[in-house]
């Protein structure tokens, strides 16, 4: 049973979901000066609800030594945070406002079976 699906109606009437641009991470690529550049796959527009990062969210990042602005999302899919074994994720979230995020951990992953995830995102610079 979808219960995202039952309650973001009601959850949307206070904070509302908005449209957001998603760049998928395709790895990185080597510079010529050995220093790494990530890459992103093409852009899609997904639906996302961004709320504050709640106590257990941010004791649950707290080992991986993340600093700066962050949230947490909710998105309509299957997305993935930073994997360092496997050299994949890093997505890169824009939001309407023009500010980007990156899914640095997945918080919650309901994709395979609701459709959804909560992901915790650090602002990026411009």
């Known amino acids: 049973m979808n219960l995202h699906r ?3 109606s009601q959850i949307g009437a206070v904070n509302p979901h908005v449209y957001a641009t998603l760049q998928r991470s395709t790895g990185n690529a080597t510079n010529a000066d050995g220093t790494r550049t990530p890459t992103y796959g093409g852009t899609e527009t ?3 609800q961004v709320q504050a990062l ?3 969210d941010i004791a649950q990042s707290d080992g991986l ?5 962050r949230r947490a999302m909710y998105i309509e899919g299957n997305w993935e945070g930073v994997v360092r074994a496997d050299q994949r994720g890093g997505d890169l979230i824009t939001l309407p406002d023009g500010t980007n995020w990156l899914v640095a951990m997945v918080l919650e992953n309901w994709g395979g079976c609701d459709g959804w995830v909560k992901v915790a995102c650090t602002r990026q610079n411009p």
Do not use: A, H, P, S
């Not at 030594?65 to 602005?69: K, L, P, S």
């Open 54 to 56: 709640q106590y257990n």
């Open 46 to 48: 997904v639906r996302v």
């Open 6 to 8: 039952l309650v973001k």
């Open 65 to 69: 030594n993340i600093e700066g602005e």
